[in-house]
Every structure is written in C-alpha cells, then in structure tokens.
C-alpha cells in the first residue's frame, strides 16, 4: 500500500526531548558567546581578570560556579539519558513505557543489535587509533594531573558510552555523566585559572552534580565526589559540592526527572539478628565485587592472548552479549527497567535469581572485557537488588519476622554490592536514605557497604576504577593527589657538584686529597668514567683499613645501587630503605652508569614533607 505524500513515516520527537535540544543549543550558543567574550578580553584588566581573582579569593564566588557547573551537569545528563533512550527506543522498537532490561524477551532478530555496536565502536577506535594520548577520567585528572581534562577526551569518553549504552550493551551512562560533568568544571576552572586545589574541588563537583543528576539524590552525589573524585571531605570543600549536587537535582526536578531510582516505603525495625545478617550479606557481595572485577580483568587478558584486534573485540563481545540476551534481556543495557521491575514484582525464586545474577555478571564482563565502553554502578546496584532477594529467602526460611518486606534486603544488596564495585560506603548509605527516608534502614545499609568494603580492601585492594588502572600499570588507589609526589623526581633533588676520584687510587693517596672534613662523600669511577662505588671519607680513616696502599676499590659501597633522574620520591626513598644508604648516586642512564649527582635521604624526606605540607595547605584553602 503507498503512503500518502503528507505522511511522515518518521516516529514523533518526543516533546521532552524537543524541549533538552532547545535547551542544550541555546545553553551552548550562551556559553560560545561568553568563551568567545573572554577569549577577547582575557589579557585586559577589564571585568574578566576581576572576576578571576573573586574566584581565587572569595570561597563564596567559588560556591556560585559550582552551582553553575551543577546546573550544567544536570542538563547535560537528561540530554544524554534521552538519547540512549531514543537509541534504544529505534534500535529495539521499544514503546514509551518500555526499557530495554524490562523486557519480557528479546526477539531473535534483535539479538544481533549489540553486534552492531560493536562494529560502530571498533570503526570509532580504528579512526581514533592515530591518538597517541590516554583517554583520562575524573579519578586519574585529580590523582595525578590536578584536575586537568581534556574536552576532547570527555567528548570522545561520551561517545563512546552513548554508542555502548544505545546498542545494549550491559555498562551504565554514569560514566558518560560524570565525565561530562567533571570535563565542563574542568575548562571552567581553567577559565578562571583556579589554584589546583579549587580545580580539583570543581571538578568534584561536576561528577557531584551528575551522579545527584542521574539518581535524584544530592547527598549521594555529594558523597561520590568526596570518596571516589576528590578524595577527602573538609569543610572548604562542603558547600560547592552541596551547592552543586541541589543545583543539578533541581535541573532534572524542572524536567521531571527528579525523583530517585527506587523507592523503599515499608521499612522495618533493625535489631541484632537482622544486623548479624546484614554483616554476612554484606560479606557475600563483596566477594561477589571482586569476581565481577578480576572476571573483567580475565576476560580482557583472554583477548589479548588470542591477539584479536582491538577494533574486534567490541563486535565479537556484541556477539556473545546478544546469545545472552535472547536467554533474558534483562541483562541488556545498565537494568533500569529491570530495578523497577524488580522492587514492583514478587522475589524471584531463588534458583531463578541465582541464574540472573551469573547472567548479569557476564554480561557486564564481557561487555567492559571486550572494548565496550562504559560503567558498573547501576549494573552493580541491580545485580545487588537480585541477590537481595536470595538474602530475603534466606532470611524467610530463618525467621519469618526478620525482613517482613523484600525491599530492605534487596536495598541492602544494592549498597553492599555498589559499595564493593565503585567504593563509597557513604555514598551508598547516603542513597539508602534519600530513597527511603529511614534512619535506622541506613545504619543497616551501611553496616552492609562497611563490610563490604573492608573485604574489598583486605583481600583485593581495589575499586573497579582503580583495577582498570593497576591493569595498565598504574598504580593508583585513590583520587588523593599525588601528582605533585610523582612531579618530585630524583633529578630534581640532586646535587650536582659531585666529587670523585679514579677506582684505584691508593687510599694513602684519598686521604691527601680528601682530609677529614675536606668532604663526606666521594664517588669512585672507572677507567671508562663509569660509575664504581660510593666513598664515605671516614671509612678511609677507620682503623678497620690495614693496608693504606690498597686501593679505594676495598671501601666502595652501594657499587649495584644506583638511581635515575626520572625516578619518583616514593620510589627512591625504597630502595634508601631497602639497602640502608644514607646516600646514593644518580646515573643519566641505567646501562651507561654516567654519573650526574648524588642524592642524600636525608635531603629527600625534607624535600618531601615541605610538598605534602604544601599540598595540604592548597587542599585546605
């Protein structure tokens, strides 16, 4: 049958979307125009240089900014949310009411659509294989580069995210959220050239704003910025996260996106055997967090020793996520609508449970092992709210009295796993209680995300974010900043004005040219000029040296312990300790042992505590 010409077979633009794109585009002709202003005016002693040094001086124009880095975060993920539902809406004909995760099954031919994504992300990387950078997230800018973002790479980051997320793959768009949040503070910052500290502070509370954004909850994202982005709480640091956590929850409210994930209305009283199966719940989804995570490192170390491009993977990961969802889809996508589905619908048995929880897991795996790019804190929080469920069946078959209501133990589920993943235990105490409003059930929840975390921490020693970097060979742990530490080299400790003397020089003769007092330390070289040992001048005065003939070669010490100019702080004050030197020799290079200076421990650990001092003194402003 032939259309008739005034048909537009196209489906309607959703009125709320309509209203974000206007919003978005009028929002980014403001801010081109104000960045186009001050690029103009940035050198003149106009209004541009007075409003940076308020920013720099004045704690409450810094409030301000984060209110407007806020506000942006919040605008930013309902734009985002809404196009990985239209994504997913087109791709797997979803109806308005629909979710992805929420769907009773999945159509065969649909199982090839997180294929397809796959391909579209491995075209994506094969374009941007010729990028000799790293892309950076929130975690490392603070911890090692002050706050520094590229917009380009939080462009890219997201891109990415939103092509995973649409096609169904099993990550999250937190991820995407915060990145875009931290990357807007992150230029805003530069914009007024923010001491490293506030920068860092700002970039907290772009990630504040976009997690408060995204779960309806301004604690929560208070809290994720203070353990996960910024590393500490202080009181400095209190009113621009909290001024950017309500800005962005009352730019979705606007919207009509302001309500949590979940909502938990019959809450229960909490006693000791309710605590005691909390604790042992807590317990199990930590262990379960530390499965999800090494099975992510496996299955990206299993790639690799096939040697499949890394172009590939993502198809091939597409390929196996689409097998998965045909068995259920609710491991399609973050879960949305399989959470809702979840707090609404009876428990699942606990067979079935058990069954979607190693699904889920393998899903998000396989996803994140194969290239797919995104997150786990919602993932986390549903496959928590399912193995709560199981704690409920458990806890039914203990005592009918215990957990009356399912909610609170899939509640408890939904912390302690998160907890073990992205590692917050305030921020997922802080969820439990804007989601449910109850006190005791918080207290409750956070003994489950304490437990948790505390065997995360024993036996693993990880968050997620931090397992990806100790995969590539970081060795960061935390958003603490320790740039400045790793800044602090070797090379820029040294003395240079060394003195030495040939390796066989009598010791007869080192005593005329170096009399007590003349010198502490001498360094003795080879016939090549290559570094031989280290002289400590009272050695040649013991009366432990027999012979005054023999050569300096008999008091060398540390001849195998050298340093590099480009070694760290931490590093070089290990091998001081390792080898018990109050001094050792730095080398231009390792193979050629060309000696350019010494360097005492003494002199590290000064250098050291007055940049931690400092360090603290920018944190506290």
Known sequence: MSESPDHDPRPPVSPLIAGYDAAFFNMGRLWSGVFAWWAINADDRGLPARLRSLMRRRESWLVLLAAIVGMSAGVMVLVLRELAYLAQSVLYQLSPEQRLSGLGSLPLDAALIPACGGVLLGLITLVLRRRKSRYVDLVEANALHGGKLSMVDSLIITGQTLVSNGFGASVGLEAAYTQMGGGVASKLGDLFQLRRGDLRNLVGCGAAGAI????????????????????????????????????????????????????????????????????MSGLVTGGIGILLMRLVGLIEAGFSKLKIPGWARPAIGGVILGGLGLLTPVVLSAGHGALQNAFIASPLPVVLALAVVVLKILASAISLGSGLRGGLFFASLFLGAILGQVFYWLALAIDTSLFPDPSVPMLIGMAGLAAAVVGGPLTMAFLALETSGSLPLTIAVLVAA????????????????????????????????????????????????????????????????????????????????RYAGLIEVADAYGESVADDTAPVQTILRHADVILHPALGAGDAEALFEKHNADALVVVSDLADRKVIGTLTESHLLRRYANELEKARSDLAR
């Not at 080192?510 to 330390?521: C, E, K, M, S, V």
Request: charged fraction near 20%.
């Open 450 to 529: 304490v437990a948790s975390s505390m065997l995360v921490r024993e036996t693993f020693g990880y968050s997620f974010t931090t397992w990806r970097f100790h995969l590539r060979g970081e060795t960061i742990r935390s958003a603490h900043d320790v740039g400045w530490m790793r800044n602090l080299t070797v090379g820029k400790m040294m003395r240079r004005d060394v003195k030495s003397v040939p390796e066989r020089t009598s010791i007869k003769e080192f005593r005329r040219l170096y009399p007590l007092g003349a010198a502490t330390r001498v360094i003795a070289l080879r016939e090549d000029g």
């Open 212 to 279: 408060a954004a995204a779960f309806g909850a301004p604690l929560t994202g208070a809290f994720y910025a203070f353990e996960l982005i910024i590393g500490t709480y202080t009181i400095a640091t209190l009113a621009p996260v909290v001024a950017a956590s309500i800005a962005a929850v009352l730019v979705t409210t606007l919207f009509g996106h302001g309500e949590p994930i979940v909502r938990v209305m019959n809450v229960v009283g909490i006693g000791l055997p309710q605590v005691a199966l909390i604790a």
